[in-house]
T-cell receptor
């Protein structure tokens, strides 16, 4: 069974530029999560989708971050404009449903903002 | 602000020694999970504990959930270099999963 796929693995940008990350969850998983993991911290949930609907985006900085999962499968997370403090690993995870507590994580996309 | 406090933050031990890491919260969780994350990888689920006082064993790893379902511990017996990694606890409340900051464990050969 293929795991959660993320790209790109690494991205370096200047502050105020934009960046987009892509995630393809495990086939059949209805719930998709985007987490931000800053060095030395645990993952922080940015947004949670159930199929193509948003379940929770309370910690998403909506002035600069956006995410979509238009067809209920893959998802894109965008940052525009980026700030220095956005430097982090962006982890995508998926699970069968919102009630299923086993999350499967991708390898993450490491963002460095200069 | 992390709802879950993990201690210690860093732990370095010699192969064959035992270690315990702790996860504490003022909140009650319906269940608690432990993940291990290796450099450049995403976290991988080790175990989920659900019942207060529950103890689960996974080979040399023993997980315990506190009676009040606010805290948990992970004990590793006879640690091996392959146990090296970031150990994260995550509390499940409503539909949300909240992670602690993690304990970085290094096992020296």
């Amino acid at each position: 069974e293929a795991g959660v796929a993320q790209s790109p693995r690494y991205k370096i940008i200047e502050k105020r530029q934009s960046v987009a990350f892509w995630c393809n969850p495990i086939s059949g998983h209805a719930t998709l999560y985007w987490y931000q993991q800053i060095l030395g911290q645990g993952p922080k949930l940015l947004i949670q989708f159930q199929n193509n609907g948003v379940v929770d985006d309370s910690q998403l900085p909506k002035d600069r971050f956006s995410a979509e999962r238009l067809k209920g499968v893959d998802s894109t997370l965008k940052i525009q404009p980026a700030k220095l403090e956005d430097s982090a690993v962006y982890l995508c995870a998926s699970s069968w449903t919102t009630g299923t507590r086993e999350l499967f994580f991708g390898e993450g996309s490491r963002l460095t903002v200069l | 602000t992390q709802l879950l406090e993990q201690s210690p933050q860093f732990l370095s031990i010699q192969e064959g020694e035992n270690l315990t890491v702790y996860c504490n919260s003022s909140s009650v969780f319906s269940s608690l999970q432990w993940y291990r994350q290796e450099p450049g990888e995403g976290p991988v689920l080790l175990v989920t504990v659900v019942t207060g006082g529950e103890v689960k064993k996974l080979k040399r790893l023993t997980f315990q959930f506190g009676d009040a379902r606010k805290d948990s511990s992970l004990h590793i017996t006879a640690a091996q270099p392959g146990d090296t990694g970031l150990y994260l606890c995550a509390g499940v409340g409503d539909y949300k999963l909240s992670f602690g900051a993690g304990t970085t464990v290094t096992v020296r050969a």
